[in-house]
């Protein structure tokens, strides 16, 4: 089977404390992976490797079975960047609009008012994430830290993607609110058969996503499984 996403001695400079490295990362379809060990600056690298916003200075990212430096054209990469999901809190959101006009700006920017058939894809996706029909029309800003990432991850879905990456998701959510979204993940990505990629350090997520769990070692880039998470 072709993997989703694979990383096979890779090696990064991103002007961190070392590089990052990755010496063997093989993620299948349908596979549920969390990854611990990243920083913050080390987590955005691994996303730009994946999506091939940046390239490895040692090694090969393939994605779907195409080696990401294989991409030389524009138009290409964009088809492959479609590809994938971001959930991430560099992800722009707007805080005075309401979670539902924030959702729908994945597929318009006419958002005051959001058109009626966008409407309906917003309440359709926002069911699949578990956000509340209540919250939909709340101010962003108001409906809390679970309900942001939510919506981080009902954009991140709205475009059909193969693979979702969640880059240190639930920093700054409650604790009491983490078991949760974990299973708020699973159940909005098992019927899509995603290739999902947590890169956390968060235990509770980590356990909750019911998947492989590995710990990078940042010196030798060796992928290995945890005995236990740091949160």
Known sequence: ?????????????????????VAALDVAPGERVAIAGLDVAAAETFINLATGAGLPDQGTVTVMGQAT???????????????????????????????AQNIAMSFTLS?????????????????IVELPPSLLDTALSQAGGAARVRTHLARALALDPAILILEHATLGVPRDDVAGLARSLVRATDARHLA??????????????????????????????P????R
Not at 1 to 21: E, I, N, Q
Not at 72 to 77: A, C, F, I
Not at 112 to 127: C, L, M, Q, W, Y
């Open 1 to 21: 089977m072709t993997s989703a996403l694979s990383f096979a001695d890779v090696v990064k400079d991103y002007r961190g404390l070392r590089p990052l490295r």
């Open 69 to 99: 430096d294989a991409i030389t054209e524009s138009d290409d990469w964009l088809a492959s960047l479609d590809r994938f999901g971001i959930v991430s809190h560099r992800a722009v959101l707007l805080d005075e609009s309401t979670v």
């Open 111 to 127: 958002i005051d008012p959001v058109p009626a058939d966008v409407r309906a894809k917003v309440e359709s996706i926002a069911e």
């Open 196 to 225: 999902v990629i947590a890169l956390t350090d968060d235990d509770v997520l980590a356990k909750g996503m019911a998947g492989r769990r590995l710990r990078l070692d940042a010196a030798t880039g060796r992928l290995k499984a």
């Open 227 to 230: 005995s236990i998470f740091s």
